[in-house]
């Protein structure tokens, strides 16, 4: 029977961006009473899933970007060999988990996950991607639930916005007293969590003298710039350079 296993020898080679996504979040997350469209308790607790994932997982991803209940994990190093069958299991049932211990829900929670294979010339790109749907989320979310406040049927929202471009989503917020360039910049633009240097003095008994060395800790940064920025640019080439061989 060990060979009707027939994809677990699928490998995929590094680098690789490992997305995972809430499955049915919206009525679990609805259930726990969070404040719409966004919410700071779920936001932390997404980073803060991340980061134990980062101490926690035995796994070495490079860097995270979040948004909404949406995930994507840099890797330029792969455990398992880099079979398919383990990353795509294993990731998104460890941040199930995680997620699950901290907001302790009355019922589990869940993601799903694929894989995408990239070279370093289009990294930035993926994340530019990703960070305008989570601009796109932003419009969206505010202008929904302005409409439902207004009495509008989710059904009918959800159709009138598919309908509209951002500009026009943007323009009718902008009429009810929202501008959305203005809230938060974590909902606008999302959240990173990433290794941070930092030196750590020692003493050296043989040579009699104070010593520096660097370690990494996980740092959660609430405030990131644009992608498609000059900082956004250096920001993720940084992060693509820093080494990753570290104790956290």
Same mark, same amino acid.
């Given at each position: 029977? $060990?060979?009707?296993?027939?994809?677990? +020898?699928?490998? /995929?080679?590094?680098?690789?961006?490992?997305?995972?996504?809430?499955?049915?979040?919206?009525? !679990?997350?609805?259930?726990? %009473?969070?404040? $719409?469209?966004?919410? #700071?308790?779920?936001?932390?607790?997404? !980073?803060?899933?991340?980061?134990l994932f980062f101490k926690n997982s035995g796994l070495s991803p490079v860097f995270a970007y979040v948004f909404s209940d949406e995930i994507s994990f840099f890797f330029r190093e792969l455990a398992f060999d880099g079979r398919i069958e383990k990353i795509d299991s294993v990731v998104p049932s460890f941040m199930s988990s995680a997620l699950t211990m901290l907001l302790k829900p009355d019922e589990p929670l869940s993601f799903d996950s694929r894989i995408i294979p @990239?070279?370093?010339? #289009? @990294?930035? +790109?993926?994340?530019?991607?990703?960070?305008?749907?989570?601009?796109?989320? /932003?419009?969206n979310s505010y202008a929904y639930y302005t409409l439902l406040s207004e009495g509008m049927k989710e059904e009918d929202a959800a159709t009138f916005l598919r309908n509209r471009g951002t500009s026009d989503v943007h323009e009718l917020l902008f009429s009810r007293g929202t501008n959305v360039a203005k809230v938060p910049t974590w909902q606008r633009r999302g959240i990173m969590i990433m290794k941070e240097e930092y %030196?750590?003095?020692g003493f050296n008994p043989h040579l009699n003298e104070k010593t520096l060395s660097v370690r990494k800790k996980v740092v959660q940064n609430w405030d990131i710039p644009m992608f498609k920025s000059p900082d956004g640019e250096l920001l993720i080439e940084n992060l693509m350079s820093s080494g990753n061989r570290e104790t956290i």
């Open positions: 029977m $060990k060979g009707r296993e027939i994809y677990s +020898d699928l490998r /995929c080679v590094p680098p690789v961006i490992v997305r995972v996504d809430g499955r049915n979040f919206r009525n !679990a997350l609805s259930r726990m %009473e969070f404040e $719409k469209p966004y919410d #700071i308790r779920f936001a932390s607790a997404m !980073a803060d899933a991340i980061e @990239v070279h370093r010339q #289009i @990294v930035a +790109d993926y994340f530019i991607w990703r960070q305008a749907e989570a601009w796109r989320n /932003c419009i %030196e750590v003095e």
